[in-house]
């Protein structure tokens, strides 16, 4: 028996403001004998491929006492989120050694998985996993979580998604705003995008067919730039940023235009000093629908059609799917704070191991 390598990422301390990798978080180095882990009843050993970060980890960053739809980390703890696994051994009729997973799991190089770990969210045995036809990265992306937020956000809130209308989607070369878009062109829209740099920008219209794009830091005046690029106004919206952006939107919706408020990330970071919304009167007068979703209260209704829809169009090359992809464990905490800072182009994932 020898020991493995077992490289841990330790939530440390509630960060005020942007979480700061050296001190938000520990790189703790440790080892691990496999053939001595002792599984409970319905656990499963495994070897972390991949790694998600989301700016959804943000809201789990505060004070324990502070209700939300997720529990709150807890200092001291491991990280925990979004991964691509390998079993290594199980006590999880289920399950067998040998299989590819993706799931909900510690950030380390193995961990025990339990229902506990896993939050309650479903554990999905990736079909043919070893010679799986897409990117194993693509679990945690646009056959997971962010393309199933695109999805419901879509059917469950905008329908109906009429031909010709127009769709504007905030941070839109993301993990969750680029598959946005790209279904709504799948599904007849106007589609108009803004990302943080040109880049990106370009990326949006020349290779994902965004009717209209635009940098949003090269544009003080929201208000003015999406008059330009929304001429007919928008009919639906698709949050992502809030603050000044969601502002201006609302003054640029058309009657009954519908707004699925996935995320804020431009809020996030601003525990004490949000920003705020001034011209929510014209949603009375407007008819407005907004409305908040978190994607795991819908993923039973939805999880099936989307998984088959979504991999049909990345067949046939109508949905593609941009990542940032980093290497190494230690990486970890990097990769989730640089999300906050637009390094990101793409989903931002961490590969940790080859299969």
């Known amino acids: 028996m020898s020991a493995k390598r077992n490289i841990q990422i330790i939530y440390k301390e509630i960060p005020q403001g942007f979480p700061d990798a050296s001190k938000t978080f520990e790189i703790k180095k440790g080892t691990i004998v496999l053939e001595d882990v002792v599984l409970k009843t319905d656990e499963v050993l495994v070897r972390t491929l991949y790694a998600s970060v989301d700016p959804y980890m943000r809201f789990r960053m505060h004070d324990p006492s502070i209700k939300s739809y997720f529990d709150a980390l807890i200092p001291g703890d491991i990280m925990t989120g979004g991964t691509v ?68 956000g879509l059917h469950k809130i905008c329908e109906p998604l009429t031909p010709g209308q127009t769709l504007y989607v905030s941070a839109a070369s993301g993990a969750v705003g680029q598959v946005v878009g790209q279904y709504a062109k799948v599904l007849g829209l106007r589609v108009v995008g803004s990302a943080g740099d040109d880049e990106k920008v370009e990326y949006l219209i020349k290779e994902l067919g965004f009717d209209a794009a635009f940098n949003y830091k090269k544009h003080e005046d929201f208000n003015a730039i999406l008059k330009q690029t929304c001429p007919d106004g928008i009919d639906i919206y698709f949050e992502n940023v809030g603050g000044k952006m969601l502002d201006a939107v609302i003054q640029n919706c058309n009657s009954f235009a519908r707004i699925p408020i996935c995320g804020m990330i431009s809020q996030y970071n601003r525990p004490s000093d949000q920003e705020p919304i001034y011209n929510l009167v014209i949603a009375i007068l407007k008819r407005l629908r907004l409305e908040g979703f978190i994607v795991n209260d819908e993923s039973a209704r939805y999880r099936a059609e989307f998984t088959e829809t979504f991999t049909k169009l990345i067949k046939e090359g109508k949905i593609k799917y941009k990542e940032t992809i980093t290497n190494g464990i230690e990486s970890l905490p990097d990769a989730l704070v640089g999300l906050f800072h637009g390094k990101n182009f793409g989903k931002a994932s961490v590969k940790i191991a080859d299969l």
């Not at 896993?118 to 693509?138: E, F, Q």
């Open 85 to 152: 696994y390998e079993v290594i051994k199980t006590n999880n009729p289920n399950f067998g050694v040998g299989d590819v997973v993706a799931g909900f799991s510690k950030w380390a190089e193995y961990s025990v998985i339990s229902k506990e770990i896993s939050h309650g969210r479903p554990i999905k045995k990736i079909p043919n996993g070893k010679n799986s036809p897409v990117p194993l990265s693509y679990f945690l992306g646009v056959l997971g979580m962010p393309g199933l937020t695109a999805y419901v």
